[in-house]
């Protein structure tokens, strides 16, 4: 068990750190803009299949992916947006939705002003939630460390 933590310890640490580094460099550097999407990978007809099949994937058009999340799948998202300067940019944008419901069709993109092709839909809020979710788990792991020094 003490080779768990000390294994575990470490990399939650390193995982938390690197959300909160991820949040604020996308505070400090990217920027906002909103989104239009063109096109997308999850298809009226696969949404429809996801909502019939109530959250299960077995059977499904789409299949199990190991990347989707508990009733969520990542689709990819080929949008355009307009960047602080007035400029017209296409991008493809990964991001998660909702198994079954019809996904947005504009949504906050996050781009980096000097590559404006560098996209992201996961902004600070993702990231400063994760960092959360992962210090969480790392104060558990030290409270179980703490019982099992009584013993």
Not at 121 to 128: D, K, R, S
């Amino acid at each position: 068990m003490k080779d768990l933590v000390v294994l575990a310890a470490p990399c939650l640490m390193l995982a938390m750190l690197y959300c909160c580094w991820r949040a604020v460099s996308l505070f400090g550097t990217w920027r906002a803009a909103t989104a239009t999407v063109r096109d997308s990978d999850y298809s009226e007809r696969e949404r429809q299949d996801d909502f019939w099949h109530f959250g299960f994937t077995i059977g499904t058009i789409r299949g199990w992916n190991w990347r989707d999340g508990e009733n969520a799948r990542l689709i990819t998202d080929r949008v355009a947006f307009t960047d602080a300067a007035g400029e017209q940019h296409r991008a493809t944008v990964e991001r998660r939705v909702r198994r079954g419901w019809r996904p947005s069709g504009a949504y906050t993109v996050w781009y980096d002003p000097a590559d404006p092709a560098r996209v992201t839909a996961f902004g600070p809020g993702y990231w400063l939630m994760m960092a959360l979710a992962f210090g969480v788990a790392l104060a558990g792991l030290f409270g179980l460390c703490v019982d099992l020094a009584r013993f």
